[in-house]
């Protein structure tokens, strides 16, 4: 009846609700009166999809095991601090040394208040913060075009949205909207553009308060001095500055966003308490995965011990990557569509400084500083303000840019990675370092790609035996939802491969 008066609209909907798939936990009383039992789960990897397929499963009483290859849960949900070893697939080993309390999040490292990811963080306890994306005082530094210092993110605003606004008033004036507009409609657009540019006497952008000061203004006898030298509006398309503003418009990137306390692998760990960890095995590789009339048997290899493990499902929830590389008898077309998805490069690299210059020298508190170098995004940190020391991301960058770095010794990533930041913050860049750490997703081990393309999107006909449990195997993972690289596709993927699975079983 319910779902009845929401389709006549005279009950919240889904939508409404800012879900449109809703989902239902699953719980031990669905069995009641069914006759019906939970089965035996097998769910091959511990990332976030696996570990949510598990856990969700948990609640109803099914028996789920969970393989992880890797030493740890959580997939390329990874946090790196002091002490933690990695070795990549060309060899090159690692060992952070960051002081204690600091870390980096080599994957995820930002929610959207609309992800599930934050119901997990609630439904579990995992305390969470802002994590600051934008921040009007990080700088913009174009090198291809020509400029020649970095420019205050407030004020490369202020200047390209002054300019645009001016030009648009004035194109108004001259009538060049008058069929468009009405001459009301033209008295509010230049009403708005006034306000929205700042703009000055007769419409035109002269700067202001927007851009920032070189002394702000403080008490009595300070009135504050303005920056000058307000760039022309052709000076200001040249360099380039406008392309980062649409960046804080996206639906998954807006502000405010979010990070858990302490490091993002709070979830995997959370998750993983709440599983149970004797249900879950590391360092457990999956080598053959065998759908039968009754069941599903999954052969794996830990500690050099080949092990078979018997269930009466499996969830698939690994990289799509590394599962085309599995042995299996789930047909040519769930291998084709495995095949047709492509493994992306992604990387970061930490730089740890015993001093937070950021904040003492640029007063910049959190969010990125924006680049066309190499090394495209550079992170400052959004915890530990005005403590004594900070990481900093040298390097977030993707495809090209990442496979480039990955090609080097972390030793000369770090060169690179701070030569770059260099011309950007100056010589402390260089001289606070202490130490660095980098990660690169496509040289990791059992998972090989930062996040991956999917033609077509998810619901491609070529992904239904994907979206579709084949034989007795379902599938979930971030890969097979519309939000790919991000914690919110693998949990809600997980969700729909629970709900499939779960509905199966009671009406088998
Ligand atoms: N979620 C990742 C990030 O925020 C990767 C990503 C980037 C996904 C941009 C979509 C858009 O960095």
């Not at 035996?40 to 397929?53: F, N, S």
């Not at 305390?127 to 934008?134: A, C, H, K, R």
């Not at 000061?213 to 006898?221: Q, S």
């Not at 996206?250 to 306390?261: K, N, R, S, T, Y």
């Given at each position: 009846?319910?779902?009845?008066?929401?389709?006549l609209?005279?009950?919240?909907?889904?939508?409404?609700?800012?879900?449109?798939?809703?989902?239902?936990?699953?719980?031990?009383s669905?069995?009641?009166?069914?006759?019906?039992?939970?089965?035996?789960?097998?769910?091959?990897?511990?990332g976030?999809?696996?570990?949510?397929?598990?856990?969700?499963?948990?609640?109803?009483?099914?028996?789920?095991?969970?393989?992880?290859a890797?030493?740890?849960?959580?997939?390329?949900?990874?946090t790196?601090r002091g002490?933690?070893?990695?070795?990549?697939?060309?060899?090159?080993?690692?060992?952070?040394?960051?002081a204690?309390?600091?870390?980096?999040?080599?994957?995820?490292?930002?929610?959207?208040?609309?992800m599930?990811t934050?119901?997990?963080?609630?439904?579990?306890?995992?305390?969470?913060?802002?994590?600051?994306?934008?921040?009007?005082?990080?700088?913009l530094?174009?090198?291809?075009?020509?400029m020649?210092?970095?420019?205050?993110?407030?004020?490369?605003?202020?200047d390209?949205?002054?300019?645009?606004?001016?030009?648009?008033?004035?194109?108004?004036d001259?009538?060049?909207?008058?069929?468009?507009?009405?001459?009301?409609?033209?008295?509010r657009?230049?009403e708005?553009?006034?306000?929205w540019?700042e703009?000055g006497?007769?419409?035109?952008?002269?700067?202001?308060?927007?851009?920032?000061?070189?002394?702000v203004?403080?008490?009595?006898?300070?009135?504050?001095?303005?920056?000058?030298?307000?760039?022309?509006a052709?000076?200001?398309?040249?360099?380039?500055?406008?392309?980062?503003?649409?960046?804080?418009f996206?639906?998954?990137?807006?502000m405010?966003?979010?990070?858990?306390?302490?490091?993002?692998?709070?979830?995997?760990?959370?998750?993983t308490?709440a599983?149970?960890?004797?249900?879950?095995?590391t360092g457990?590789?999956?080598?053959k995965?065998?759908?039968?009339?009754?069941?599903?048997?999954?052969?794996y290899?830990?500690?050099?011990?080949?092990?078979?493990?018997?269930?009466?499902?499996?969830?698939a929830?690994?990289?799509?990557?590394?599962?085309?590389?599995v042995?299996?008898?789930?047909?040519?077309?769930?291998?084709?569509?495995?095949?047709?998805?492509?493994?992306s490069?992604?990387?970061?690299?930490?730089?740890?400084?015993?001093?937070?210059?950021?904040?003492?020298?640029?007063?910049?508190?959190?969010?990125?500083?924006?680049?066309?170098?190499?090394?495209?995004?550079?992170?400052?940190?959004?915890?530990?303000?005005h403590?004594?020391?900070?990481?900093?991301?040298?390097?977030?960058?993707?495809?090209?840019?990442?496979?480039?770095?990955?090609?080097?010794?972390?030793?000369?990533?770090?060169?690179?990675?701070?030569?770059?930041?260099?011309?950007?913050?100056g010589?402390?860049?260089?001289?606070?370092?202490?130490?660095?750490f980098?990660?690169?997703w496509?040289?990791?081990?059992?998972?090989?790609?930062?996040?991956?393309?999917?033609p077509?999107?998810?619901?491609?006909?070529?992904y239904?035996?994907l979206?579709?449990p084949?034989?007795?195997v379902?599938?979930?993972?971030?890969?097979?939802s519309?939000?790919?690289?991000?914690q919110?596709?693998?949990?809600?993927?997980?969700?729909r491969?629970?709900?499939?699975?779960?509905?199966?079983?009671?009406?088998s």
């Amino acid at each position: 009846m319910f779902a009845t008066m929401g389709a006549l609209g005279l009950a919240p909907t889904a939508q409404a609700a800012g879900r449109e798939q809703p989902f239902r936990a699953l719980s031990a009383s669905d069995f009641t009166l069914t006759g019906r039992a939970a089965a035996k789960v097998v769910v091959i990897g511990g990332g976030i999809a696996g570990l949510a397929a598990a856990y969700e499963l948990g609640k109803a009483g099914y028996d789920c095991t969970v393989l992880e290859a890797r030493d740890r849960t959580g997939g390329r949900n990874l946090t790196v601090r002091g002490g933690d070893t990695t070795v990549d697939l060309d060899g090159h080993r690692q060992t952070a040394r960051f002081a204690d309390g600091h870390y980096m999040n080599a994957g995820p490292a930002r929610i959207a208040q609309w992800m599930v990811t934050l119901d997990y963080c609630r439904e579990l306890g995992v305390p969470i913060e802002v994590f600051t994306n934008v921040n009007a005082d990080a700088y913009l530094y174009n090198e291809s075009t020509g400029m020649d210092a970095p420019v205050r993110h407030r004020t490369a605003k202020a200047d390209v949205h002054g300019h645009v606004a001016e030009l648009l008033a004035k194109a108004t004036d001259r009538g060049a909207l008058d069929g468009e507009l009405t001459a009301a409609d033209r008295e509010r657009l230049v009403e708005f553009l006034a306000d929205w540019g700042e703009l000055g006497d007769k419409l035109t952008y002269q700067g202001g308060e927007r851009r920032g000061y070189t002394t702000v203004p403080a008490a009595a006898g300070t009135p504050g001095v303005l920056l000058g030298d307000v760039p022309t509006a052709s000076e200001v398309f040249a360099d380039g500055v406008g392309r980062y503003f649409s960046f804080e418009f996206g639906f998954d990137q807006a502000m405010l966003m979010f990070q858990p306390v302490g490091g993002m692998d709070r979830i995997p760990q959370a998750l993983t308490r709440a599983v149970g960890a004797h249900r879950v095995r590391t360092g457990a590789v999956v080598s053959k995965i065998t759908d039968k009339a009754g069941g599903v048997s999954v052969t794996y290899t830990q500690g050099g011990r080949t092990k078979v493990v018997e269930a009466d499902y499996a969830i698939a929830a690994l990289p799509p990557n590394i599962l085309a590389k599995v042995p299996h008898n789930l047909g040519s077309g769930v291998q084709s569509a495995l095949e047709s998805i492509a493994p992306s490069s992604a990387a970061k690299i930490g730089l740890e400084y015993r001093s937070r210059w950021w904040e003492l020298d640029h007063r910049i508190y959190g969010g990125i500083t924006e680049t066309d170098l190499d090394v495209t995004h550079i992170w400052h940190p959004s915890y530990g303000f005005h403590g004594e020391r900070g990481v900093l991301i040298g390097y977030y960058n993707y495809g090209a840019d990442a496979d480039a770095y990955a090609a080097l010794t972390p030793r000369q990533r770090e060169q690179r990675a701070v030569a770059a930041g260099v011309k950007i913050y100056g010589e402390k860049y260089r001289t606070e370092l202490v130490s660095s750490f980098s990660h690169h997703w496509r040289q990791t081990p059992h998972l090989e790609a930062a996040w991956h393309s999917t033609p077509g999107g998810p619901d491609a006909p070529r992904y239904k035996p994907l979206n579709e449990p084949t034989g007795r195997v379902h599938f979930a993972g971030d890969w097979l939802s519309y939000t790919d690289a991000w914690q919110h596709g693998a949990f809600t993927s997980a969700r729909r491969a629970v709900t499939a699975l779960h509905a199966r079983v009671l009406s088998s």
